[in-house]
């Protein structure tokens, strides 16, 4: 079974600070990681995808992999009160049809 | 561009009565998935389409049928519902396996009562 790990949460930061969001795979052969953001009432949206080892930013986003570790993370710089959200791990294990295998996701509460 | 579109948005079921969630995509997009979400468990995908002539089982296909109409429609079907069914349902297409991003419709609301 392939699993994406992710800490529930909720991870509450004071607004301005960086929310560190982290996610660990099982699948040693994984390819593509992708960062998620869904508003309670509403479907997921893309904020980032990674493919090679280290850091790739856009925006206050910055997304980090390390393939060796089995490890991507999410920092968000500046956080707002509008980033409350949960954030979804997904990895894509395969360059094959498999579909993507999501983590279940940690909330974020960004407090003003 | 309307991207994923679903149908119905909310819906309440009888047990045991029958119905089916309707996705269309119009993004041209080769692979298509079901996918339900309930608290605390993320998104468990039911059936997913490769391609259009083939389904697969997801991790929850128990209780769902599915059919890939055509490259565009991809249909889940609760033969007869049950209670643990009670979900949010999304829709999701992307172009292809080569790693790009999947596109979510904005959900369907069951409930089974």
């Known amino acids: 079974q392939k699993e994406v790990e992710q800490n529930s949460g909720p991870l509450s930061v004071p607004e301005g600070a960086i929310a560190s969001l982290n996610c660990t795979y099982s699948d040693r052969g994984s390819q593509s990681f992708f960062w998620y953001r869904q508003y309670s009432g509403k479907s997921p949206e893309l904020i980032m995808s990674?493919?090679?080892?280290g850091d790739k930013e856009d925006g206050r986003f910055t997304a980090q992999l390390n393939k060796a570790s089995q490890y991507v993370s999410l920092l968000i710089r500046d956080s707002q009160p509008s980033d409350s959200a949960t954030y979804l791990c997904?990895?894509?294990?395969?360059?094959?049809?498999?579909?993507?295998?999501f983590g279940k996701g940690t909330r974020l509460s960004v407090i003003a | 561009n309307a991207g994923v579109t679903q149908t119905p948005k909310f819906q309440v079921l009888k047990t045991g009565q029958s119905m089916t969630l309707q996705c269309a995509q119009d993004m041209n997009h080769n692979s298509m998935y079901w996918y339900r979400q309930d608290p605390g468990m993320g998104l468990r995908l039911i059936y997913y389409s490769a391609s259009e002539g083939t389904t697969d089982k997801g991790e929850v296909p128990n209780g769902y049928n599915v059919s890939r109409l055509n490259k565009r429609e991809f249909s889940l079907r609760l033969e007869s519902a049950a209670p643990s069914q009670t979900s949010v349902y999304f829709c999701?297409?992307?172009?292809?396996?080569?790693?790009?991003?999947?596109?979510f419709g904005e959900g369907s609301w069951l409930t089974v009562v």
């Open positions: 997904a990895v894509n294990t395969d360059s094959g049809n498999t579909p993507l295998v």
């Open positions: 999701a297409s992307r172009r292809g396996a080569d790693g790009n991003t999947i596109y």
């Open positions: 990674i493919y090679s080892n």
